[in-house]
């Protein structure tokens, strides 16, 4: 069951993804941007708790799930810590995937040369 | 003269209709039925990553990063190889919402640029379009959080 709704959730996120990339003139960069600064404002509203509680990695997987993270960090940091958990509370929710992704992004390009386009 | 520039209204008439002809008009429908499936079964596949990390005992949090930085490593080695892009051509935002379509805007970028060496090169084109969204979204929480300390006491 959990599968299904992260199934349908996150194919769902793509879908809008996609109907922006086809429908108006929104480039791949400008629908990550705004998908994840999307994430955040819901989260803030507290409207994308209630999705990811339902659709699991099916909301924290796409883009805005990286948003919702960011947030959640945020004010859970600014709970406890007050302004300079404002500061470390997003950053450090989501330290794991960034590192990773710039550690695993720099040996990859590294290691690997692009194929040639057909 | 006059029949010259008939003639040249004429081809142009012709090579706009050409254009017309040959530019791909987005078929909405395949589209999104494409990013559907892909984008909701990497997201499966995130479901199940999670699951076992679960299952070893890490909390929510844990998981949730665990479960991030295996979906990184496999879409940067898959850009690597070669393969993320070629289903990125069919799957569209099905490939590039996840958070594996992350890594793959970063390592496409830096792959290409490798020849200009590996401080403006790679490194430097890593965050062509990954750091907008780092801009963004580090940027927006920052302020969601002082807002929250501000206005939610």
Redesign the interface.
């Known amino acids: 069951m ?2 299904i709704r ?18 108006t003139k929104l480039t ?2 400008h ?3 705004l ?3 999307a994430g ?2 819901l ?2 509203l507290g409207i994308y708790e209630p999705i990811a509680e339902f ?4 909301a ?4 805005p ?3 919702y ?3 959640k ?3 859970k ?3 406890a810590k ?2 300079l ?3 470390t ?3 450090q ?6 590192a ?3 550690l ?12 040639t386009k057909k | 003269m006059q029949n010259k520039k008939l003639q040249s209204i004429n081809k142009q008439q012709e090579y706009n209709e050409y254009v017309q002809q040959k530019i791909p008009k987005p078929t909405y429908l395949k589209n999104c039925l494409w990013a559907f499936v892909v984008g909701g079964l990497i997201c499966v596949f995130g479901q199940f990553i999670g699951s076992i990390f679960k299952n070893m005992g890490l909390d929510q949090d844990e998981v949730a990063t665990a479960t991030a930085i295996v979906l990184v490593f496999l879409g940067a080695f898959l850009t690597g190889l070669g393969v993320y892009d070629q289903l990125g051509k069919r799957a569209g935002a099905g490939s590039i919402v996840p958070i594996t379509g992350f890594a793959n805007s970063i390592v496409s970028p830096a792959m290409e640029f490798k020849r200009e060496g590996y401080i403006f090169g790679v490194a430097a084109k890593m965050f062509v379009l990954a750091g907008p969204v780092l801009v963004y979204g580090f940027g927006s929480s920052v302020i969601v959080g002082l807002l929250y300390y501000f206005l939610g006491k």
């Open positions: 959990d599968y992260a199934f349908v959730v996150g194919g769902l996120i793509c879908v809008i993804g996609q109907l922006l990339m086809d429908g791949p960069a629908v990550l941007v998908f994840v600064t955040v404002i989260t803030a659709g699991g990695a099916g924290t997987v796409p883009l799930g990286f948003g993270a960011l947030a960090g945020a004010i940091a600014t709970k007050g302004v958990g404002a500061f509370g997003g950053v929710a989501t330290a794991g995937g960034v990773a992704a710039i695993f992004g720099y040996l990859m390009s590294v290691i690997f040369t692009p194929k």
